[in-house]
């Protein structure tokens, strides 16, 4: 079974710019969460997606925006860059069973540097 | 979730065992102890999890105390591909907010 699938692997952009990130969860999972994985703070939860529709959020502004899709891919979207925005992004899928041994699996995650 | 805490850094020989210790004394009885590994600048990846029993899958052994306040998980033939940073964090669920702390950065020396 492939696993979760994220593109780009690797951008970079100019502060001011805004940049789209998606994800392809693992077949058969619903629940999409994503994450922003920097040297200094760390891996930190932005937002949890399941049925297309926002479960959880993170402490992050509003220029970190997502979506999920009914085939549950999911897309992450910051506008107005910041030097500060770089970071790997990281996504990660879940069946959501609703049970307690479920799992949450990674993806490869997009590199964004923001110049 | 409760916190952990894990070795900063341990040495492993190529071939033999390694044994990584987590500290999670303040875990709840509906709290499962995870283990993710890192390996640099990739995605992290799941190795294991359980609650009570000592779990094992192809690619390690999770051994829980009975007081379920420290585990170890164990690579029973460690090669070089296995250095990385490991992550052991207790959640509740997988709906749970993944949190990694330091972790401990594991080198297989040959």
């Known amino acids: 079974k492939a696993g979760v699938t994220q593109t780009p692997r690797y951008l970079i952009k100019t502060r001011g710019q805004q940049v789209t990130l998606s994800c392809s969860p693992i077949s058969g999972h619903r629940s999409v969460s994503w994450y922003q994985q920097t040297p200094g703070q760390g891996l930190q939860f932005l937002f949890e997606y399941f049925s297309e529709t926002q479960r959880n959020k993170g402490n992050f502004p509003g220029r970190f925006s997502g979506r999920q899709f009914s085939n549950s891919r999911s897309e992450m979207n910051v506008s107005t860059l910041e030097l500060g925005d770089s970071a790997l992004y990281l996504c990660?899928?879940?069946?959501?069973?609703?049970?307690?041994?479920?799992?949450?699996?990674f993806g490869p995650g997009t590199r964004l540097t923001v110049l | 979730d409760a916190k952990t805490t894990q070795p900063p850094s341990m040495d492993c020989a190529e071939g033999r065992a390694a044994n990584l210790p987590c500290n999670h004394s303040?875990?709840?009885?509906?709290?499962?102890v995870y283990w993710y590994r890192q390996i640099h600048s990739q995605g992290p990846q799941y190795i294991i999890h359980g609650l009570k029993n000592n779990e094992t899958n192809e690619m390690a052994s999770l051994i829980i105390t009975e007081d379920r306040k420290s585990s170890t998980l164990i690579l029973p033939h460690a090669t070089l591909r296995d250095t990385a940073v490991y992550y052991c964090?207790?959640?509740?669920?997988?709906?749970?907010?993944?949190?990694f702390g330091p972790g401990t950065s594991l080198s297989v020396i040959p």
């Open positions: 964090i207790a959640m509740k669920t997988s709906y749970d907010k993944v949190i």
């Open positions: 990660a899928s879940s069946l959501a069973r609703f049970t307690s041994t479920d799992t949450q699996y």
């Open positions: 303040t875990i709840s009885g509906n709290e499962y």
